[in-house]
């Protein structure tokens, strides 16, 4: 089966187009947590990496029956470098294992022969002599397509073999992401321009919904961009960043969504996976150990906060 | 000293602007090598990992007095998941003690809060408790600016704090790179716009050869568009891919080189690291054993070769 279409069957049993990025940072994690790897490692990446991946475990654990999909974001785990990476496989290791839908946030991109090693990490195996290995537990991943097909080809190859997906970057939500991404080519924007060609790339993924494992990153907090991408990507699902603290409402994203109410998933991470620092999440949870009811309850706010609007 | 004068003035010592690409293949690497690990591992991505950085150190060992830099490829070590990364970082610890400039060939790109995580792992540190950590060895690295100068922020103020540098994607090698680079915006091309933008960010790091730490990637398989950023961009120092076994040819590529010849840098991988793969190469060597003194040839041959045209 399509992995899109796995993606939206899991989004229509849980009825939450949500999926929780999985981006922590140390002063999300409750002390009792990152006390303990202190204490046994020092203040030390390995320690860090340890308590986040303890972290990351107890917020799945507590979301994987309501939500479909976890997109951990590797630049957080990077900044620990090896022990942190360690933690960003297992955390999706973990993930997979739960029944949820992983999509690895790496936005890699380069020249053919380099995204072909790129793609054999996160999505394909690695060859050596006659073994075969799947270094990274991903179903999609994100890539950065400023490089043009070369660098796209490789993980559609990937896509193709072993029923995975890709979301390319079209538009993003980060304030300053028209400089390059809004300059008009006779009229039409670039991020349109790429999304004619991830719509392209998706011609041989169309799943029985209707949409492709090649989907788009189109960010909350440009609605009006995300309303024409919807009219001319009629094939492209999307993956939203930028609800909640980055300030994309759900009000906004709804035009994201087809007329059936399918079309996108939409990503939080802070909102989620540090509720429990919030005063709005405090009764979710009587003693630190529990912090992660705080996420539950915030992917149910989430859900029925989307639901109103889709 | 800015990190851009000390890659001129290593380039002006070795008297060669070859930056040697280290992405190896498990095909590059002689038998007696990958043998050893074999039968010590297993065909492992860690025997693989531990091939490619005996390999690279062998290669190292024949260039480090002859070129100022070398250029990992990340891509073809994250290949092999964790051990292949640890191969990565002690390329780079190991380049960077035989005293070359390193130059992570990453292309990361993000939003700010995530950039600031890239940039922690790969220029900056990262912070446990009071603890700093450098996980990964670079003096420069590649990113993609496609989400604007949010994205490019993090990675600046590292430059500033650590004295590192950055080359920014403008117009890359690939065949294909024109789908987006090329797109013409009231009559100048989207890699003209990002030269712009790379221009601007690289302003307060002009150095005393005039030219900035933020430097630019401009494939030397475009002479055409190479020469206008040359004109259009005179403080970018610039990284050029596409030498050799890509196609790109000295001739083409002088015109990435001011008048007093500098401006540049220009990397061969594959033709320098698979250099004892080729028959014009045999006589440099007698044993296995030797096998990258064609690489050190291949390194004095390029120096000869770009010299004769700039």
Chains 1, 2 share one sequence.
């Not at 991109?109 to 990490?121: F, K, P, R």
Request: aromatic share 10%; charged share 25%.
């Amino acid at each position: 089966m399509l992995i899109i279409d796995k993606l939206i069957k899991k989004i229509n049993e849980t009825g939450n187009p949500t999926v929780v990025g999985l981006d922590p940072r140390l002063n999300y994690i409750p002390e009792y947590i990152t006390e303990k790897y202190y204490d046994k490692y020092g203040y030390t990446p390995k320690a860090a990496a340890k308590a986040m991946l303890k972290f990351n475990k107890k917020i799945i654990d507590n979301v994987c029956d309501i939500v479909p999909a976890v997109k951990p974001q590797i630049a957080m785990y990077e900044r620990y470098g090896i022990d942190g990476l360690k933690a960003y496989i297992k955390t999706c290791e973990y993930a997979a294992e739960k029944g949820l839908i992983v999509i690895g946030d790496i936005k890699r991109s380069d020249i053919s022969s380099t995204a072909e090693a790129y793609s054999d990490a996160h999505l394909g195996k690695c060859r050596v002599g006659e073994n075969e290995f799947s270094c990274f537990t991903h179903d999609f991943v994100t890539v950065n397509a400023y490089l043009g097909s070369d660098g796209i080809t490789p993980f559609l190859d990937d896509c193709r073999a072993y029923e995975k997906g890709i979301f390319v970057l079209a538009k993003t939500s980060n304030p300053h992401s028209g400089e390059i991404q809004d300059l008009l080519v006779d009229g039409t924007p670039i991020y349109e321009k790429m999304g004619a060609l991830i719509e392209k790339w998706g011609e041989d993924f169309v799943g029985e919904y209707g949409f492709s494992s090649v989907g788009a990153v189109v960010g909350a907090t440009h609605p009006q961009q995300a309303k024409r991408l919807r009219e001319v990507m009629p094939h492209t699902f999307f993956l939203v960043p930028g609800y909640g603290a980055q300030g994309g409402k759900a009000e906004d994203l709804a035009v994201c969504f087809d007329k059936n109410g399918i079309g996108a998933i939409v990503n939080s991470s802070r909102g989620i996976i540090a509720a429990h620092m919030k005063d709005q999440y405090k009764d979710c949870f009587s003693d630190d150990k529990d912090f992660a009811l705080a996420a539950r309850q915030a992917c149910i706010d989430m859900k029925n906060d989307l639901r109103r609007c889709i």
